[in-house]
């Protein structure tokens, strides 16, 4: 990084830079698109056609976003940093969606304008606003580790994630996972002389946690409950039986202990192929033998057999509609002439690289020096 870009601070927990301006001394934050999490493309942008063109949707720290009115004739764009309303006091967000895609947005996430009270924005935040909203979060980090050793003295069962102030400085709301219930009307008493705020305690699972602290997975991309998930759904060990996969809880486990998201993503595709693989549960028949099933490649639904029951080191290939034929053929008395089909290969498409070749081959190979060549130096030598 060069020294025009020390003084930036990157604060990715709500999408913004924050640079001192050397003139006046005064925090100057600008909105960062590409440190929004789950952030949203606008693909109508651009579109003034709508129905709802006064609601926008602000973000503020981590996955906590909200949809708001603005009833004043101010102008507002996407990249303001907003003072709004609310439940005691009032809050700074980002605003992060305008324009037609907000209502796409809310049908999206289950909102009903006509049923829901949106709070307002009040106005575009003043400099004082940003400084003071800078003092607050500056303090959640210390907060959080002394309301975790609290807790823990306390004896409660449960873990402090994340604390994240209100934009006024006045209120905190403290996210914390717990397997059970917790009573901690007395952690939130003690909290309160501690802080000197207001205190909301917010329960989360071990997936919002995940969402909130980010990270990368396995896959070396960015985490997808911090990338884009915004409702988790229920994940159980038949979508990796349906896929095929080991049953290994340390492979299928995602960085907050429980099942990967992405156990979901393909179980459609994979339960359609099911339905039209046919279930084996006898060898197929034929004159020279029983064939036994030994692989199934469930996207091709392509399932491989072989004479012996217990190698596989000769498979041979047979499409789903041609094993659901001859399971017909077996049960009406008809036994196939062969498995071995004069045309189709006796090994499966997919094979290992393990062992093919070794990694040595990336280094360079050392010259040989030639019998011949020592032979003509140690004549020399004797001559001389």
């Not at 020279?288 to 190698?311: C, P, V």
């Amino acid at each position: 990084m060069d020294g025009t870009n020390e003084s930036i601070k990157y604060d990715c927990f709500r999408g913004c830079t924050v640079e001192e301006n050397p003139e006046t001394g005064e925090s100057v934050c600008t909105y960062r698109e590409g440190c929004c999490k789950l952030k949203d493309y606008n693909w109508q942008r651009g579109d003034v056609q709508g129905t709802r063109l006064n609601l926008y949707e602000v973000r503020f720290k981590n996955t906590r976003k909200a949809i708001f009115r603005n009833d004043t004739a101010q102008s507002v764009r996407v990249g303001d940093m907003v003072i709004v309303e609310a439940a005691n006091g009032q809050d700074l967000g980002i605003v992060t969606l305008e324009g037609p895609i907000v209502e796409r947005q809310m049908k999206c996430k289950g909102i009903d304008p006509a049923q829901t009270e949106f709070r307002k924005i009040i106005r575009k935040a003043r400099q004082n606003d940003v400084e003071k909203w800078l003092e607050a979060i500056a303090r959640e980090h210390e907060t959080m580790i002394k309301s975790r050793r609290i807790a823990a003295e306390m004896g409660l069962d449960m873990k402090i994630g994340d604390v994240e102030f209100q934009g006024d400085g006045s209120k905190a709301i403290f996210y914390y996972i717990a397997d059970g219930r917790v009573d901690f009307r007395q952690l939130i008493k003690v909290f309160a002389e501690e802080f000197r705020i207001r205190i909301e305690m917010k329960q989360i699972g071990a997936r919002q946690e995940a969402g909130l602290i980010g990270g990368l997975g396995v896959c070396g991309r960015e985490l997808c409950c911090a990338n884009y998930i915004t409702s988790f759904q229920s994940i159980s060990t038949s979508a990796a039986r349906c896929q095929d996969l080991s049953l290994n809880p340390q492979k299928l486990a995602g960085q907050c202990g429980k099942l990967k998201c992405c156990l979901n993503y393909e179980v459609a595709a994979y339960m359609d192929a099911h339905s039209r693989i046919p279930r084996v549960s006898e060898p197929l028949e034929f004159e020279d033998g029983l064939a036994y099933l030994r692989k199934t490649d469930i996207l091709s639904e392509t399932m491989y057999f072989s004479y012996d029951k217990t190698s596989d080191a000769d498979l041979f290939p047979l499409s789903a509609a041609d094993v659901r034929e001859i399971i017909q053929m077996n049960r009406n008395g008809i036994k196939p002439e062969t498995l071995k089909a004069p045309d189709s290969p006796s090994s499966p498409e997919f094979v290992t690289s393990v062992g093919d070749e070794s990694i040595s081959r990336f280094d360079t190979p050392r010259r040989k020096r030639s019998h011949s060549n020592r032979h003509s130096r140690q004549q020399k030598k004797k001559s001389e």
